[in-house]
Protein backbone atom coordinates (compact mmCIF):
# COMPACT_ATOMS: atom_id res chain seq x y z
CA UNK A 1 0.00 0.00 0.00
CA UNK A 2 1.31 3.63 -0.92
CA UNK A 3 2.15 5.66 2.09
CA UNK A 4 1.57 9.61 2.57
CA UNK A 5 4.09 11.71 4.52
CA UNK A 6 3.18 13.48 7.25
CA UNK A 7 5.17 17.29 8.08
CA UNK A 8 6.69 16.93 11.62
CA UNK A 9 9.04 14.81 13.82
CA UNK A 10 7.33 12.93 16.48
CA UNK A 11 8.95 10.40 19.28
CA UNK A 12 8.56 6.82 19.13
CA UNK A 13 5.98 7.21 22.12
CA UNK A 14 3.99 9.63 20.63
CA UNK A 15 3.98 7.50 17.31
CA UNK A 16 2.81 4.35 19.45
CA UNK A 17 -0.19 6.65 21.55
CA UNK A 18 -1.45 7.94 18.62
CA UNK A 19 -1.32 4.46 16.83
CA UNK A 20 -3.28 3.04 19.39
CA UNK A 21 -6.73 5.25 18.34
CA UNK A 22 -5.92 6.35 15.16
CA UNK A 23 -8.89 5.12 12.64
CA UNK A 24 -5.54 5.03 9.70
CA UNK A 25 -2.97 2.83 9.94
CA UNK A 26 0.65 5.06 9.84
CA UNK A 27 4.22 3.73 9.73
CA UNK A 28 6.98 5.45 11.45
CA UNK A 29 10.39 6.02 9.52
CA UNK A 30 13.40 8.11 11.52
CA UNK A 31 10.19 10.13 13.19
CA UNK A 32 8.13 10.59 10.61
CA UNK A 33 4.60 9.35 10.24
CA UNK A 34 3.48 8.35 6.60
CA UNK A 35 -0.69 7.38 6.45
CA UNK A 36 -1.53 4.17 4.46
CA UNK A 37 -3.48 4.11 1.39
CA UNK A 38 -6.16 1.70 1.04
CA UNK A 39 -5.60 -1.43 -0.74
CA UNK A 40 -6.63 -3.41 -4.26
CA UNK A 41 -8.77 -6.58 -4.81
CA UNK A 42 -5.97 -7.72 -6.22
CA UNK A 43 -3.50 -6.95 -3.27
CA UNK A 44 -6.02 -8.22 -0.75
CA UNK A 45 -6.88 -11.41 -2.69
CA UNK A 46 -2.84 -12.17 -2.65
CA UNK A 47 -2.51 -11.26 1.13
CA UNK A 48 -5.18 -13.37 1.73
CA UNK A 49 -4.64 -16.53 -0.19
CA UNK A 50 -1.22 -16.05 1.62
CA UNK A 51 -2.33 -15.09 5.19
CA UNK A 52 -5.01 -18.71 4.55
CA UNK A 53 -2.03 -21.14 3.55
CA UNK A 54 0.34 -20.26 6.12
CA UNK A 55 -2.33 -20.21 8.67
CA UNK A 56 -3.59 -23.41 8.17
CA UNK A 57 0.26 -25.10 7.67
CA UNK A 58 0.95 -23.59 10.60
CA UNK A 59 -2.18 -24.66 12.67
CA UNK A 60 -1.02 -26.51 16.23
CA UNK A 61 2.61 -25.61 15.67
CA UNK A 62 4.38 -22.66 18.02
CA UNK A 63 4.60 -20.57 14.99
CA UNK A 64 1.26 -18.12 13.66
CA UNK A 65 0.64 -15.72 10.41
CA UNK A 66 -0.56 -12.20 11.46
CA UNK A 67 -1.64 -9.56 8.53
CA UNK A 68 -1.56 -6.08 7.90
CA UNK A 69 -2.94 -5.36 11.27
CA UNK A 70 -0.02 -6.53 13.12
CA UNK A 71 3.30 -3.78 13.07
CA UNK A 72 7.18 -4.88 12.81
CA UNK A 73 9.79 -3.01 14.65
CA UNK A 74 13.37 -3.14 12.88
CA UNK A 75 16.14 -2.75 14.43
CA UNK A 76 16.74 1.39 12.91
CA UNK A 77 13.60 1.83 15.20
CA UNK A 78 10.76 1.82 11.97
CA UNK A 79 7.47 0.40 12.42
CA UNK A 80 5.81 -1.16 9.57
CA UNK A 81 3.04 -2.92 8.33
CA UNK A 82 3.95 -6.12 6.03
CA UNK A 83 0.86 -7.65 4.35
CA UNK A 84 1.16 -10.96 6.21
CA UNK A 85 4.02 -12.39 8.39
CA UNK A 86 4.93 -15.24 10.32
CA UNK A 87 6.46 -15.20 14.18
CA UNK A 88 7.43 -18.24 16.41
CA UNK A 89 8.20 -16.38 19.48
CA UNK A 90 5.22 -14.45 20.66
CA UNK A 91 7.10 -13.77 24.27
CA UNK A 92 6.69 -9.54 23.40
CA UNK A 93 4.84 -7.39 26.05
CA UNK A 94 3.46 -5.68 23.12
CA UNK A 95 0.73 -7.34 21.52
CA UNK A 96 0.68 -4.89 18.97
CA UNK A 97 3.72 -4.92 17.00
CA UNK A 98 6.96 -7.69 17.08
CA UNK A 99 10.62 -7.85 16.54
CA UNK A 100 10.84 -11.26 15.66
CA UNK A 101 9.53 -12.83 12.48
CA UNK A 102 10.73 -15.36 10.35
CA UNK A 103 8.60 -14.41 7.44
CA UNK A 104 7.76 -11.04 5.97
CA UNK A 105 5.27 -10.72 3.05
CA UNK A 106 4.89 -7.44 0.72
CA UNK A 107 2.50 -7.42 -1.89
CA UNK A 108 3.38 -4.67 -4.23
CA UNK A 109 2.39 -2.96 -7.39
CA UNK A 110 3.83 0.58 -9.04
CA UNK A 111 3.46 2.88 -6.21
CA UNK A 112 5.50 0.70 -3.61
CA UNK A 113 7.87 -1.12 -5.62
CA UNK A 114 10.40 0.92 -4.58
CA UNK A 115 10.16 1.29 -0.77
CA UNK A 116 9.17 -2.91 -0.54
CA UNK A 117 12.16 -3.49 -2.89
CA UNK A 118 14.46 -1.28 -1.77
CA UNK A 119 13.99 0.75 1.55
CA UNK A 120 12.06 -2.18 3.23
CA UNK A 121 14.12 -4.82 2.10
CA UNK A 122 17.28 -3.04 3.63
CA UNK A 123 15.24 -2.46 7.17
CA UNK A 124 13.84 -6.53 7.13
CA UNK A 125 17.09 -7.81 6.28
CA UNK A 126 18.87 -6.53 9.77
CA UNK A 127 16.26 -8.58 11.93
CA UNK A 128 17.88 -10.63 13.41
CA UNK A 129 15.06 -13.41 13.38
CA UNK A 130 14.30 -12.63 9.67
CA UNK A 131 15.14 -15.96 7.79
CA UNK A 132 12.49 -15.00 4.50
CA UNK A 133 11.60 -12.02 3.00
CA UNK A 134 8.95 -12.44 0.17
CA UNK A 135 8.01 -10.27 -2.39
CA UNK A 136 4.81 -10.45 -4.47
CA UNK A 137 3.59 -8.40 -7.78
CA UNK A 138 0.18 -8.01 -7.94
CA UNK A 139 -0.07 -6.23 -11.17
CA UNK A 140 1.86 -9.45 -13.06
CA UNK A 141 2.95 -12.71 -11.37
CA UNK A 142 6.62 -13.12 -10.46
CA UNK A 143 6.95 -13.74 -6.49
CA UNK A 144 10.42 -13.03 -5.19
CA UNK A 145 12.06 -14.60 -1.88
CA UNK A 146 14.74 -13.35 -0.65
CA UNK A 147 16.71 -16.34 2.01
CA UNK A 148 19.14 -15.46 4.98
CA UNK A 149 20.52 -18.72 3.88
CA UNK A 150 21.16 -17.70 0.46
CA UNK A 151 22.94 -14.18 1.79
CA UNK A 152 19.53 -11.87 0.61
CA UNK A 153 19.73 -13.29 -2.87
CA UNK A 154 16.64 -13.07 -4.77
CA UNK A 155 15.09 -16.58 -5.92
CA UNK A 156 12.25 -15.56 -8.66
CA UNK A 157 9.32 -18.06 -9.14
CA UNK A 158 6.59 -17.59 -11.97
CA UNK A 159 3.21 -19.78 -13.20
CA UNK A 160 3.79 -23.21 -13.22
CA UNK A 161 6.62 -22.87 -10.40
CA UNK A 162 6.58 -23.56 -6.82
CA UNK A 163 7.35 -21.61 -3.62
CA UNK A 164 9.57 -23.20 -1.34
CA UNK A 165 9.27 -21.58 2.22
CA UNK A 166 12.03 -22.84 3.88
CA UNK A 167 11.64 -21.53 7.47
CA UNK A 168 8.45 -22.93 7.56
CA UNK A 169 8.94 -25.99 5.72
CA UNK A 170 5.66 -25.17 3.14
CA UNK A 171 5.47 -25.40 -0.59
CA UNK A 172 2.88 -23.56 -2.70
CA UNK A 173 2.23 -23.09 -6.33
CA UNK A 174 2.16 -19.95 -7.31
CA UNK A 175 -0.79 -20.31 -9.36
CA UNK A 176 -2.37 -20.96 -5.61
CA UNK A 177 -0.97 -18.05 -4.40
CA UNK A 178 -2.43 -15.85 -7.28
CA UNK A 179 -6.00 -17.91 -6.95
CA UNK A 180 -8.85 -15.36 -8.34
CA UNK A 181 -6.61 -12.61 -8.94
CA UNK A 182 -7.51 -10.34 -12.25
CA UNK A 183 -4.27 -9.44 -14.60
CA UNK A 184 -2.59 -10.32 -18.06
CA UNK A 185 -0.09 -13.37 -16.72
CA UNK A 186 -3.16 -15.07 -14.81
CA UNK A 187 -5.80 -14.44 -17.65
CA UNK A 188 -3.33 -15.73 -20.22
CA UNK A 189 -2.25 -18.94 -17.84
CA UNK A 190 -5.57 -19.75 -17.06
CA UNK A 191 -6.93 -20.24 -20.92
CA UNK A 192 -3.87 -22.32 -21.53
CA UNK A 193 -5.27 -24.47 -18.50
CA UNK A 194 -8.31 -24.49 -20.72
CA UNK A 195 -6.32 -25.56 -23.78
Known amino acids: ?20 ISELKHEYVAGEVFAMAGAKMNHERIA ?16 EPFGSDMQV ?27 TPIILVEVISHSTRKT ?47 VVFESIELTLPVATIYQRVVNSDMTAWLEKQQD
Open 48 to 63: GNIYRKFGDHLENTPC
Open 116 to 162: DEQTKRLEYMNIPSLLEYVIIEQDYVDICVFRKNQHWQPTHYFLGDE
Open 73 to 99: RTPSGSYRYPDSMVVCDSQSDNDTFTE
Open 1 to 20: MPATKQDHYISEQEYLAGEK
